[in-house]
């Protein structure tokens, strides 16, 4: 992945042609920019015009372009439509131009690891995964979020000790609570008007007020923020706030499109204050919980989430690699060189 002004990009191949597209996990379509269409000359369908809502705002509505050919590594989308707005996310210091955002109905094919600290992000195909079956070394948070039709993971979280529902976009560069959500926190609309105070921008431009608010308390799970700030936008969203990149961009994150789950890894920091991969969390150094304005405040201890034992099978096949509740792991081709035979055992 591409990282630029908290933005993260992959390269995809549109109609043979390299671009860049916005990792979103939020976004239900994946989107192109009016001027990338342009460019590469894509018909539009004019049989339907469609309706995007960004930031609780909506668009005006526009013929989806048609991409003949999409390629994500080496899957293939053929006679992909796609809506278009004006302008996207800032470009990165790159000769490749922003071509748009990938979106939910191309992510959720696989399960999606998003290494934010390693810069990768890795397509899964899943089969029969049940339990905490991420691959990883070390402990890691484990959610069951609430998984829409959409595509989109909403995961509970409390500000304050209120309840919250809380979507994961990795298209936004700072988590954003809804002013309503806030009110409905015991901030008082004083408190807000003594907030210092900020511009926003939506995917298409649109500028929204952001309130920088600082909150008692905030909870994902079993982790619990003391005296956090957070934004507060003068907008509507469909959930109470945005979780965003300044929470997701020190962790591993893997979004298990194909059981609901949603699992989270720290990464950790070297003595000298650089970051460890989370993979080689074992060797020396610290624990980093959070990192930039969402973490910046220390904050109260907790342990990782658990799933109970009864939640497991004796195994889950992910791609061609199988965990056992043992954490023993085979790594071996599904079939012998000259299949299986009657009264063979499985490895």
């Known amino acids: ?37 342009d460019a590469l000359n894509l018909p539009a369908d004019t049989s ?18 048609v991409v003949a050919s999409l390629k ?12 278009t707005v004006e302008s996207l996310l800032p470009s990165p210091h790159t000769p490749t131009p922003v071509a748009g955002v990938l979106g939910a109905n191309i992510l959720s094919r696989y399960d999606v690891e998003l290494d934010f600290p390693a810069g990768t992000m890795t397509l899964y195909s899943a089969q029969n995964c049940a339990g905490r079956f991420a691959p990883w070394h070390g402990d890691y948070q484990a959610y069951s979020p609430e998984y829409t039709k959409r595509h989109r993971f909403i995961v509970s979280v409390a500000l304050n000790g209120h309840p919250m529902r809380a979507v994961l976009d990795t298209g936004a560069t700072h988590s954003l609570v809804s002013r309503a959500a806030a009110l409905d926190a015991g901030v008082d609309e004083a408190e807000l008007a003594r907030d210092r105070t900020v511009s926003g921008t939506g995917l298409n431009g649109n500028s929204i007020g952001v309130h920088i608010h600082r909150f008692e308390q905030f909870r994902v799970g079993s982790r619990a923020y003391d005296n956090i700030v957070l934004e507060v936008g003068d907008t509507q969203l469909s959930t109470d706030m945005l979780l965003g990149m300044d929470f997701m961009k020190w962790r591993r994150v893997w979004l298990s499109y194909s059981t609901g789950w949603v699992f989270t890894q720290l990464a950790s920091l070297r003595a000298d204050g650089g970051l460890v991969e989370p993979h080689s969390v074992s060797g020396p150094g610290r624990a980093l919980d959070a990192g930039a304005e969402l973490a910046a405040i220390p904050h109260a201890a907790s342990t990782p989430d658990a799933l109970p034992l009864d ?37």
């Open 311 to 347: 939640r497991l099978r004796e195994f889950s096949s992910h791609s061609h690699i199988t965990y056992y509740r043992s954490q023993r792991l085979i790594e071996a081709p599904r079939m012998p060189s000259g299949g299986y035979k009657p009264g063979d055992t499985f490895p």
């Open 1 to 37: 992945m591409v990282e630029s002004r908290g933005h993260y990009f992959v390269a995809v191949d549109i109609n043979d042609s390299q671009r860049l597209l916005g990792v979103d996990t939020s976004a239900e379509r994946t989107i192109l920019s009016a001027d990338t269409a």
């Open 72 to 83: 994500l590594g080496p899957a293939e989308w053929s006679n992909l439509t796609v809506p």
């Open 48 to 65: 339907k015009a469609e309706n995007l809502v960004n930031v609780g705002e909506r668009m005006k509505p526009v013929y989806p372009r």
